[in-house]
């Protein structure tokens, strides 16, 4: 990567003056990420569900058991089941019973799936990991670390919220 797209601490600070620094501003950033795979899921012809369902299985090498699904989400298990309806019926993956199994199921790519996912998923794959990479390795860690602190926190917060305690005084 050139020096032109590594940002030094001082750039990234003076960058980063006057930034709206709210909670409100953080969930309206989220929401712009959401947009975008939901434009893009739209594009494809997928739910968002069905899209990170594929996204999922593409990931894992094409082939996923449906309880590592059911969790990395937090989709209804509903919802993941209508979305891989879905998937199936278009010829996109089988579900079948794991080996050993009669009850634990895999959701894995077709022929057909397959040519999908590298035409569609990856692309969008290979875009995240680019746009990744326009951060510098430090920039790249602080925001995971920084998001995962986040999240942490808002969870002990939300957790915490009783009915009567988050009624604004």
């Known amino acids: ?32 990420v959401d947009k975008l795979y939901h434009a893009y899921a739209r594009g494809c012809g997928l739910s968002d569900c069905a899209y990170w369902m594929l996204y999922d299985i593409e990931r894992a090498g094409g082939e996923l058991p449906l309880a590592r699904l059911t969790e ?7 919802t993941i089941n209508s979305a891989l309806k879905v998937l199936q019926e278009r010829g996109l993956i089988a579900l079948t019973f794991m080996e050993g199994s009669r009850k634990s199921k895999l959701a894995a790519f077709t022929e057909e799936g397959r040519a999908f996912s590298a035409e569609r998923i990856v692309p969008a794959i290979r875009a995240e990991e680019r746009a990744f990479s326009s951060l510098t390795e430090q920039e790249r860690s602080l925001l995971v670390q920084l998001v995962r602190r986040y999240i942490d926190a808002l969870e002990q917060q939300i957790l915490a919220c009783t009915p009567e305690a988050c009624v604004p005084t």
């Open 72 to 78: 990395s989400w937090s989709y209804s298990k509903q």
């Open 1 to 32: 990567m050139g020096d032109s797209q590594h940002v030094s601490k001082q750039s990234l600070a003076a960058s980063l003056s006057g930034v709206e620094t709210t909670p409100l501003a953080l969930d309206l950033l989220y929401n712009e």
